[in-house]
C-alpha cells in the first residue's frame, strides 16, 4: 500500500506570496492533519480534516487554511507568506480521527520564504 | 507552563543498554499518548500510544503512563545504534481534543 505522499517536496517562494501543499493520504484513510516543524518550536499542530470538515485547528492566523476533498487528499494554503512561515511542513492520514491512535506522516514539504 | 515537556537531552547509552525517555504534560483531562521516532531529516514515526494507566509492551519498547502525576515514559530495551534519534512524546488535550508535541529527546546509542 501506498504511502502517504506530499506534494511539492521542495518550495522556495517570496514574501508576501501566498503557497498551496498537497496531501495525499494511505488509500482508505479519510482523516489528515497538518503540522509544521521548526528547529525553534518543534512540531506544532495546524490542523485535522476529516470527511471533508476540519475538526481542529492549532494555534496559528487565519493566512493558514486548508480543505479536504470527496477522495480524502487536502490542501493546505498559506497566503501573505511571512520569512517565519519557512519550515518543513508535514501531513499525517489516520484510518479514523486523530485520537483514534496511529497515524503516519508523509516525507513533509520544505518550505522556504525568501 | 509549557503543555508537553520533554528533557533535550542528548541523552546517551551504550549498546545493550536500557534507554528512558521522560514526558510531563500539562493538562490534566489528556487521554491519548504517543510516543514517535524521527531520524534526522526524515518524518516522525509512531513507535506506541497509550490510554489507560500503567504499562505497554511491544517488542523492546515499554511505554508507562501515570496520569494522577501527568508523567508517561518510554523505555528502549538492549538498546541499539538503530534507535539513535530523536523521540517525540505527544498528547491529546482533553479540553482542547488538540495534538500537542514535545520539542524531542534526542537519544545516541553508542557501539
Known amino acids: 500500500k501506498a504511502g502517504v505522499t506530499q506534494t511539492p517536496r521542495y518550495l522556495i517562494k517570496t514574501r508576501g506570496q501566498q503557497v498551496t501543499l498537497s496531501c495525499s493520504p494511505i488509500s482508505g484513510h479519510r482523516s489528515v492533519s497538518w503540522y509544521q516543524q521548526t528547529p525553534g518550536q518543534g512540531l506544532q499542530f495546524l490542523f485535522e480534516y476529516f470527511s471533508e470538515t476540519q475538526r481542529n485547528k492549532g494555534n496559528f492566523p487565519g493566512r493558514f487554511s486548508g480543505r479536504q476533498f470527496s477522495n480524502s487528499r487536502s490542501e493546505m494554503n498559506v497566503s501573505t507568506l511571512e520569512l517565519g512561515d519557512s519550515a518543513l511542513y508535514l501531513c499525517?492520514?489516520?484510518?479514523?480521527?486523530?485520537?483514534?491512535?496511529?497515524?503516519?506522516f508523509g516525507p513533509g514539504t520544505r518550505l522556504t520564504v525568501t | 507552563q509549557k503543555e508537553v515537556e520533554q528533557n533535550s537531552g542528548p541523552l546517551s547509552v551504550p549498546e545493550g543498554a536500557i534507554a528512558s525517555l521522560n514526558c510531563t504534560y500539562s493538562d490534566r483531562g489528556s487521554q491519548s499518548f504517543f510516543w514517535y521516532r524521527q531520524y534526522s531529516g526524515k518524518s516522525p514515526e509512531l513507535i506506541m500510544f497509550i490510554y489507560s494507566n500503567g504499562d505497554k509492551e511491544d517488542g523492546r519498547f515499554t511505554a508507562q503512563l501515570n496520569k494522577a502525576s501527568q508523567y508517561v515514559s518510554l523505555l528502549i530495551r538492549d538498546s541499539q545504534p538503530s534507535d539513535s534519534a530523536t523521540y517525540l512524546c505527544a498528547v491529546i488535550g482533553g479540553s482542547n481534543y488538540k495534538l500537542t508535541f514535545g520539542k524531542g529527546t534526542l537519544l545516541t546509542v553508542n557501539p
Open positions: 499525517a492520514s489516520s484510518l479514523g480521527r486523530l485520537a483514534g491512535g496511529e497515524q503516519y
